[in-house]
């Protein structure tokens, strides 16, 4: 079964609005990782958050993490157009990914211009 | 450029036919994936490689074999035993930085 689970699977926001987006995973991890998928192409990296690590900022990303509820958010502050993509979270095991990530099943962001 | 490249983009096959589908990275990346999507499907698992000469199964192997014959390539077939094979598939490699670098996908269509 899929590790990581993501919340709400769909999100439409207006442009200039925050969207948040949560993942939680079921069991220890080394890492987590947000992705983004525009439709019909690839994934993109967008951060990586250890297991020892709270918070982490990137541009307009800020991703936390709460190993004590097994949970990560995914904040997008000031949406543009070019956000609306599909977004996922992957777990990294104790090999810290070496072996594979485990993806949840997305949430689908629509930005309304 | 650096990156990884998938080929065909779109791929048809007919039932019973074995299909290969390419992956190739410039990246100096040791570890190499397959990963399969399936429509609002997240990604899974299928095959993996961490070194040249050497993979191992992912979460849904059956039906798929792969070889690592070159650090840069990572072919995948999908054999006549894989029941569902419609679906988007990905490659992706990484580094030592642990996230992964993905390619443009191949959707292959069962006719």
């Known amino acids: 079964s899929q590790q990581g689970e993501e919340d709400p699977q769909a999100l439409s926001i207006q442009e200039g609005e925050n969207a948040t987006m949560n993942c939680s995973y079921k069991t220890s991890i080394n890492n987590l990782q947000w992705y983004r998928q525009n439709s019909g192409r690839g994934l993109v990296h967008l951060i990586l958050i250890r297991s020892n690590e709270r918070e982490k900022h990137s541009g307009r990303l800020r991703v936390t993490l709460d190993t004590s509820k097994k949970s990560s958010s995914l904040l997008i502050t000031a949406s543009r157009a070019a956000d609306t993509a599909s977004y996922f979270c992957?777990?990294?095991?104790?090999?810290?990914?070496?072996?594979?990530?485990?993806f949840g099943k997305g949430t689908h962001l629509i930005i309304q211009p | 450029d650096g990156g990884i490249t998938q080929s065909p983009k779109y791929l048809f096959r007919k039932e019973g036919q074995n299909v290969t589908l390419s992956c190739e990275q410039n990246?100096?990346?040791?570890?190499m994936y397959w990963y399969r999507q399936d429509p609002g499907q997240g990604l899974r698992l299928i095959y993996y490689s961490q070194i040249v000469n050497d993979f191992q199964k992912g979460d849904i192997a059956e039906g798929y074999s792969v070889s690592r014959e070159k650090k840069e390539s990572f072919p995948l077939t999908v054999t006549s035993a894989q029941k569902n094979p419609t679906a988007f598939y990905l490659c992706?490699?990484?580094?030592?930085?642990?996230?992964?670098?993905f390619g443009p996908g191949t959707r292959l269509t069962v006719l």
């Open positions: 990246l100096n990346h040791d570890a």
């Open positions: 992706a490699s990484s580094d030592q930085r642990a996230w992964q670098f």
């Open positions: 992957a777990t990294a095991y104790s090999g810290g990914g070496a072996d594979g990530l485990t």
